[in-house]
């Protein structure tokens, strides 16, 4: 399996942009439609993006449609989301992993269907 290392979180005002990172290594995610999941304090981890592995399509919660983008660098083995419009509501960890199976038409969004997880990484959205 692949090592996940997200990065690029923080402490942002509302309005606000962050863009995170995830870096592979010891194994290519090229093969893999990847996803990122977030985690509030007290809440239940949850689908945020998910972009299939040629990077041809993506697919994002409601709550977040049209202020994140979700991309990827294949050759830097590295997938991207990028924040716009923060809002204090978007403070969570958040986390990248790699599905285990390759999905057609919607991704797979339970955490039991992603093999690889990073560490995360802390947003914090101040009002």
């Known amino acids: 399996q692949a090592q996940l290392v997200e990065s690029g979180g923080g402490l942002v005002q509302a309005g606000g942009s962050l863009r995170l990172s995830c870096a592979a290594s010891?194994?290519?995610?090229?093969?893999?439609?990847m996803a990122w999941f977030r985690q509030a304090p007290g809440k239940e981890r949850e689908f945020v993006a998910a972009?299939?592995?040629?990077?041809?399509?993506?697919y994002y919660t409601d709550s977040v449609k049209g202020r994140f983008t979700i991309s990827r660098d294949n050759a830097k083995n590295t997938v991207y989301l990028q924040m716009n419009s923060l809002k204090p509501e978007d403070t969570a960890v958040y986390y990248c992993?790699?599905?285990?199976?390759?999905?057609?038409?919607?991704?797979?969004?339970?955490?039991?269907?992603?093999?690889?997880w990073g560490q995360g990484t802390q947003v914090t959205v101040s009002s």
């Open positions: 972009i299939k592995w040629t990077g041809g399509g993506t």
């Open positions: 992993a790699a599905d285990r199976e390759r999905w057609a038409v919607q991704p797979r969004t339970r955490l039991d269907d992603f093999g690889s």
């Open positions: 010891g194994r290519t995610i090229s093969n893999y439609d």
